[in-house]
């Protein structure tokens, strides 16, 4: 599996790019697939791809959320640096795609790779995957560590992962690339899992219809055939399947200079804010009980460019999301449907008490108001939610364009069944349509759900479009303005960033 962190789906029909369009014409490709769920970020997409379970299961809400109990602010980086992420994949009721690879065929090997986001890798990994790989920025290099391992490195290919920054562009995607090769000509992993960040780092800071991206996608189309040629020279291409996906897409960013006002609304009387998460619309109140009062002083303000406000229904775990905004706010009522869907796939113990969605393009995240960043993510829109899926590989049909609105829980059943995994009870389905000789009790999910699902990507698509006919284009910034370009986020430079701090 290879994730283009970032990756729209329009990336894909670029010119010059052998070895994508290769797998897509000897594969299936899901035209409507999305994301599904909220957030729509890397950490918690990546829990989902890995654990096949959703945010309101596994308890992930993105970079960060509320403790149901202390009321605290939890970050995830946090967790990932004490090394609490893992203990609480391997408690998920539902295990893991590594888990139940080595509950069933206990020499298999698993390895999840990505470059600088090890917050990516360790999701894939899923708490139990053999190697969990990636790189990290020192003060003049690029070098490899890892969180399960150590893995099997000559000093020769440990000399090449060690390079001097910054990296050139497209530099860190081979470098994930490069890594990920070295590790499968020692272990020959049954799962190997790749992030590749690029997108989503240039994507941000240039926005998502640069030219510079197209670079990026034709390194990425490179680094594909480096791992074909790795495959080949095991004996082990004609045997395996690649599915490409992303965690999420990526939107141009209109600023929305109204968070401070909102949060103002939702705190009111009683109503203290512990967490407000701009980048998705959450907001996480010191005393849940007072949501539906919340949502109501947000409704009344009707803050600009915002399409849906929602309160969890009851204090506790076992709650969903009830609109308090008027249909009238956006196209039409399937749309609140969409929207419903996709904050109750946060309806767990972590989730938070109101969400404020936002139109298209809009975006309230600092680093984009402040116009240093062109691009952003993590909230319901169709730009954001629509992701490439390709399948292409031993047991996949061949020249399938699909119209399934696959989605990432969808994913993890899905590499469970071409690895020969039983079928366990999962909120996903099965992509039979993908499949050689699927059977009837693997088809049936999918087209039992499709109609709904069709309805629901079809009015985000709708209202996207009817978004973007009332906007006035991206202000452009001017070309010598600052930007932070270390890790640290202390030393201020006019270069290109190499890596941002929150992407």
């Known amino acids: 599996m290879i994730v283009v962190d970032a990756g729209r789906t329009n990336y894909f029909d670029l010119p010059h790019l052998p070895h994508i369009h290769a797998l897509m014409h000897n594969g299936v490709v899901y035209t409507n697939a999305w994301v599904g769920q909220l957030n729509s970020s890397t950490p918690d997409v990546h829990v989902t791809l890995g654990t096949g379970t959703l945010p309101r299961e596994n308890g992930f809400m993105g970079f960060g959320w509320v403790d149901p109990v202390t009321r605290r602010s939890v970050d995830f980086r946090t967790l990932l640096a004490n090394h609490a992420i893992d203990p609480v994949l391997r408690s998920l009721p539902v295990p893991s795609i590594a888990t139940r690879l080595h509950e069933f065929m206990p020499g298999a090997i698993s390895v999840a790779v990505s470059g600088h986001k090890d917050y990516a890798a360790v999701g894939l990994g899923g708490g139990t995957a053999d190697y969990v790989l990636y790189g990290q920025f020192t003060k003049k290099q690029f070098v490899p560590r890892f969180l399960h391992g150590p893995p099997p490195l000559t000093a020769t290919e440990r000399l090449a992962l060690t390079v001097p920054q910054p990296l050139p562009r497209g530099g860190e995607d081979t470098w994930a690339f490069n890594y990920a090769s070295y590790v ?7 799962l190997l899992m790749i992030n590749l960040p690029e997108m989503d780092t240039w994507g941000h800071w240039d926005g998502p219809n640069s030219p510079s991206l197209v670079g990026l996608m034709r390194n990425i189309d490179r680094g594909i055939g480096r ?86 229904s009851r204090v506790g775990g ?23 869907y996709l904050v109750d796939s946060a309806a767990g113990p972590n989730g938070p008490d109101v969400w404020v969605l936002f139109r298209e393009n809009y975006t309230v995240v600092p680093k984009n108001v402040a116009g240093i960043w062109r691009g952003t993510h993590g909230g319901p829109s169709w730009k954001v939610q629509h992701i490439p899926l390709i399948m292409s590989g031993s047991g996949i049909r061949s020249g399938i364009r699909s119209t399934f609105p696959a989605r990432s829980i969808d994913v993890a059943p899905t590499i469970e069944r071409l690895l020969g995994l039983p079928a366990i009870h999962r909120d996903g389905v099965i992509l039979g349509d993908a499949l050689l000789g699927a059977s009837k009790w693997e088809l049936r999910p999918e087209a039992a759900i499709a109609p709904d699902l069709k309805l629901r990507v079809t009015a985000l698509e709708k209202q996207s479009q009817v978004d973007v006919q009332t906007q006035h284009t991206w202000p452009r910034i001017p070309a010598a303005a600052t930007h932070c370009c270390v890790t640290n986020g202390k030393v201020v430079c006019t270069a290109p960033p190499v890596s941002p701090t929150d992407s």
């Open 184 to 190: 499968a000509r020692h272990v020959r992993p049954k």
């Open 227 to 312: 791992i074909e040629k790795t495959y080949g020279q095991m004996g082990l291409l004609r045997r395996t399947d690649f599915i490409i996906t992303a965690d999420h897409g990526m939107m141009e960013s209109i600023p929305s200079r109204n968070w401070v006002p909102i949060e103002n609304a939702a705190a009111g009387p009683g109503a203290k804010i512990v967490r407000g998460d701009g980048e998705s619309g959450a907001i996480w109140l010191t005393d849940p009980a007072l949501a539906q009062e919340a949502a109501a002083r947000v409704v009344a303000l009707h803050p600009s460019h915002v399409e849906a406000v929602f309160y969890r």
């Open 318 to 340: 076992d709650y969903s999301f009830v609109r308090a905004s008027p249909v009238s706010w956006m196209v039409g009522p399937n749309v609140g449907d969409a929207y419903k």
